[in-house]
T-cell receptor, first 111, second 111 residues
């Protein structure tokens, strides 16, 4: 079993839709939960990160962490064609610098 | 603006060649990482370094070595390139356990 599971998609939605992206994990030692966005032929860029449990909001993006279920989510409101990219979840613990990445979900937002 | 640069965007090498991939960051970060990214497998850590001249093996170090002689520079070396090392190589740097800043990637093809 992989430490981090993420549905690869692709996920196709119409412009304006609410998008929900999810990851599950198995290691209860993870404390930092990140979401990266990667456009085609570019390196990933950090969108948001959360420490421990709870929600975090930044503009149209909301990150949620449910440590009891080992489940994290990223919601995108009012999705735009410019949101079309691959979204990677990532996690790390407090014992070192190693980060585990999900395989990424490919999102298409149709105009 | 933070910046991580990689020496080449695209590289084609022959089997058995020695390959050098170079990464430079201008953020004075202590930590630097080398990943490879393959479809369906996500990002896999090859090596990381938390200080000059210090290095730690990641999940897939076989066939690779690294060098960090200066804080801003982290090199990945393929001692004898093989076709199964054809991949996208991503360098990243960080100062903590959450945010990593990625370079644009080097797409390496070994023929």
């Amino acid at each position: 079993q992989k430490e981090v599971e993420q549905d690869p998609g692709p996920l196709s939605v119409p412009e304006g839709a609410i998008v929900s992206l999810n990851c599950t994990y198995s290691n209860s030692a993870f404390q930092y939960f990140m979401w990266y966005r990667q456009y085609s032929r570019k390196g990933p860029e950090l969108l948001m990160y959360t420490y421990s449990s709870g929600n975090k909001e930044d503009g149209r993006f909301t990150a949620q962490v449910d440590k009891s279920s080992k489940y994290i989510s990223l919601f995108i409101r009012d999705s735009q064609p410019s949101d079309s990219a691959t979204y990677l979840c990532a996690m790390s613990g407090t014992g070192g610098f190693k980060t585990i990445f999900g395989a990424g979900t490919r999102l298409f937002v149709k105009a | 603006d933070v910046k991580v640069t990689q020496s080449s965007r695209y590289l084609v090498k022959r089997t058995g060649e020695k390959v050098f991939l170079e990464c430079v960051q201008d953020m004075d970060h202590e930590n630097m990482f080398w990943y490879r990214q393959d479809p369906g497998l996500g990002l896999r850590l090859i090596y990381f370094s938390y200080d000059v001249k210090m290095k730690e093996k990641g999940d897939i170090p076989e066939g690779y070595s690294v060098s960090r002689e200066k804080k801003e520079r982290f090199s990945l070396i393929l001692e004898s390139a093989s076709t199964n090392q054809t991949s996208m190589y991503l360098c990243a740097s960080s100062s903590g356990r959450a945010e990593q800043y990625f370079g644009p990637g080097t797409r390496l093809t070994v023929t």
